[in-house]
């Protein structure tokens, strides 16, 4: 079973507003915050799309925690392999995949090895954000950067086009102070100013980071202390979805255009907020784990104006 | 008899005890998400050991990074010896909600 998070709609003013830009021979147009592209004829009229041709569709993944062993999971690369054999067996395959971090356990290299070898075998490109616990070496995110780092600015920040939407990705655990929540920090906010400043409003806008860029528990750190700041830069866009992990469990949170949501992780649950005296991994019965673990997808309705966020778990049938 | 049982046992805490004094190095137990003690005072030259009991991994990182454990796993533990007397603050870098201080006296 699939629940279905969030319709996205968009009425028709709006979607004209945002009609985009006309290139060579390639109109754009955004539907519900996604954009379709359509071919012009030769008087410039934009021709019928073939249903479904330009469908985007891609998969977030996240907290694979590679490296850990315990009672609430004592093998993260099984259920790393089977959240990679569902991405495989989807029916659409996805444009790319993001993963929101915490890929190892500890920072150790063999831990970076084994899931590299896992996730090595996907033909789409896989975009990655380091967690807290990726960042743990010596070198506070050496090894990471050194396997998915490259072209990345300051500590590994970064935004790509592709399909027309705009991703951003955030580092949001190496600004650590003693006492509070994680920041981005002053760097990296001017450089997503800069970033952005580049990019139409009615572009959509895909932000992933580890840590929540929203407070869902302050006490347990679930949240990042200046991220008001790199909403403030957002907020023009018409069409923002954030991504995030680190919680272990799907939020989500609607301000105006900006859409927050948290996902499952592949390795173990964690409590929710309030229900327990401190964060961690929670044990559940070993035949419901695949309860509590999954991926997400993201991707058009074929025929509607829709954009849509849908989180499968790993025990449901394919 | 009474007598000779006193004095052996009194032998054995007197040579107990300085044994005990050098090996003990004052711990801090990690469990809970939380440092136990939170504030510990040694005199300089003190070895202190943190030990993560939590199925959490922990890290023992000092405000400015005079001193910085690994990423300790179930069990493992780090060792520092303060050598200058003053006050340490330090956090974990997964959880920076977790603090804790060690002060350091003079040496007696």
Same mark, same amino acid.
């Given at each position: 079973?699939?629940?279905?998070?969030?319709?996205?709609?968009?009425?028709?003013? &709006? +979607?004209?507003?945002?009609?985009?830009?006309?290139?060579?021979?390639?109109?754009?147009?955004?539907?519900?915050?996604?954009?379709?592209?359509?071919?012009?004829?030769? +008087?410039?009229?934009?021709?019928?799309?073939?249903?479904?041709?330009? +469908?985007?569709?891609?998969?977030?993944?996240?907290?694979?925690?590679?490296?850990?062993?315990?009672?609430?999971?004592?093998?993260?690369?099984?259920?790393?392999? %089977?959240?990679?054999?569902?991405?495989?067996?989807?029916?659409?395959?996805?444009?790319?995949?993001?993963?929101?971090?915490?890929?190892?356990?500890?920072?150790?290299?063999?831990?970076?090895?084994?899931?590299?070898?896992?996730?090595?075998?996907?033909?789409?490109? @896989?975009?990655?954000?380091?967690?807290?616990?990726?960042?743990?070496?010596?070198?506070?995110?050496?090894?990471?950067?050194?396997?998915?780092?490259?072209?990345?600015?300051?500590?590994?920040?970064?935004?790509?086009?592709?399909?027309?939407?705009?991703?951003?990705?955030?580092?949001?655990?190496?600004?650590?102070?003693?006492?509070?929540?994680? &920041?981005?920090?002053?760097?990296?906010?001017?450089?997503?100013?800069?970033?952005?400043?580049?990019?139409?409003?009615?572009?959509?806008?895909? @932000?992933?980071?580890?840590?929540?860029?929203?407070?869902?528990?302050?006490?347990?750190?679930?949240?990042?202390?200046? +991220?008001? %700041?790199?909403?403030?830069?957002?907020?023009?866009?018409?069409?923002?979805?954030?991504?995030?992990?680190?919680?272990?469990?799907?939020?989500?949170?609607?301000?105006?255009?900006?859409?927050?949501?948290?996902?499952?992780?592949?390795?173990?649950?964690?409590?929710?907020?309030?229900?327990?005296?401190?964060?961690?991994?929670?044990?559940?019965?070993?035949? %419901?784990?695949?309860?509590?673990?999954?991926?997400?997808?993201?991707?058009?309705?074929?025929?509607? &104006?829709?954009?849509?966020?849908?989180?499968?778990?790993? &025990?449901?049938? @394919? | 008899?009474?007598?000779?049982?006193?004095?052996?046992?009194?032998?054995?805490?007197?040579?107990?005890?300085?044994?005990?004094?050098?090996?003990?190095?004052?711990?801090?137990?990690?469990?809970?998400?939380?440092?136990?003690?939170?504030?510990?005072?040694?005199?300089?030259?003190?070895?202190?050991?943190?030990?993560?009991?939590?199925?959490?991994?922990?890290?023992?990182?000092?405000?400015?990074?005079?001193?910085?454990?690994?990423?300790?796993?179930?069990?493992?533990?780090?060792?520092?010896?303060?050598?200058?007397?003053?006050?340490?603050?330090?956090?974990?870098?997964?959880?920076?909600?977790?603090?804790?201080?060690?002060?350091?006296?003079?040496?007696?």
């Amino acid at each position: 079973m699939t629940d279905t998070l969030k319709d996205f709609s968009i009425d028709r003013r &709006s +979607a004209l507003k945002c009609m985009a830009w006309a290139g060579t021979g390639v109109l754009w147009t955004l539907v519900g915050g996604v954009p379709r592209a359509f071919a012009l004829d030769d +008087a410039g009229a934009a021709a019928a799309m073939a249903s479904g041709s330009s +469908a985007f569709h891609f998969v977030q993944i996240s907290d694979s925690h590679i490296g850990f062993n315990k009672l609430a999971n004592p093998d993260t690369a099984k259920t790393l392999t %089977q959240a990679v054999e569902k991405i495989k067996a989807m029916a659409v395959q996805p444009s790319l995949i993001l993963h929101t971090g915490d890929i190892t356990h500890l920072s150790k290299p063999e831990q970076f090895d084994t899931a590299a070898q896992i996730l090595g075998g996907f033909s789409m490109p @896989v975009h990655y954000v380091p967690g807290e616990h990726d960042t743990q070496d010596e070198g506070e995110g050496k090894l990471f950067l050194e396997r998915y780092g490259k072209g990345t600015k300051g500590t590994g920040w970064y935004s790509f086009d592709d399909h027309g939407v705009h991703f951003v990705a955030l580092i949001n655990v190496l600004g650590f102070k003693p006492g509070s929540m994680t &920041s981005l920090g002053a760097d990296q906010l001017k450089w997503l100013a800069d970033d952005l400043s580049a990019v139409s409003s009615s572009t959509p806008v895909v @932000v992933f980071a580890h840590i929540p860029l929203w407070t869902i528990a302050e006490s347990w750190g679930w949240g990042t202390e200046d +991220a008001a %700041q790199a909403m403030a830069l957002l907020k023009r866009f018409g069409s923002v979805t954030v991504l995030n992990g680190h919680v272990h469990q799907v939020f989500q949170k609607v301000e105006g255009n900006i859409s927050f949501y948290t996902a499952r992780a592949t390795a173990y649950p964690q409590p929710a907020p309030g229900t327990a005296p401190e964060p961690g991994p929670l044990t559940v019965p070993a035949d %419901q784990l695949g309860d509590y673990l999954g991926v997400r997808s993201i991707d058009t309705v074929t025929g509607t &104006s829709k954009l849509s966020i849908t989180d499968s778990k790993l &025990s449901d049938k @394919v | 008899m009474k007598t000779v049982v006193r004095i052996f046992l009194l032998g054995v805490l007197l040579l107990a005890v300085p044994a005990f004094a050098e090996d003990a190095t004052p711990q801090v137990v990690i469990d809970k998400f939380a440092y136990a003690p939170t504030a510990l005072t040694v005199a300089a030259g003190t070895k202190v050991t943190w030990v993560n009991k939590d199925d959490t991994p922990h890290t023992v990182v000092e405000n400015n990074k005079k001193f910085r454990s690994a990423a300790l796993d179930t069990g493992d533990s780090y060792s520092y010896t303060f050598t200058e007397p003053g006050t340490y603050h330090y956090f974990c870098t997964f959880h920076p909600k977790m603090v804790g201080t060690v002060t350091v006296t003079a040496k007696n």
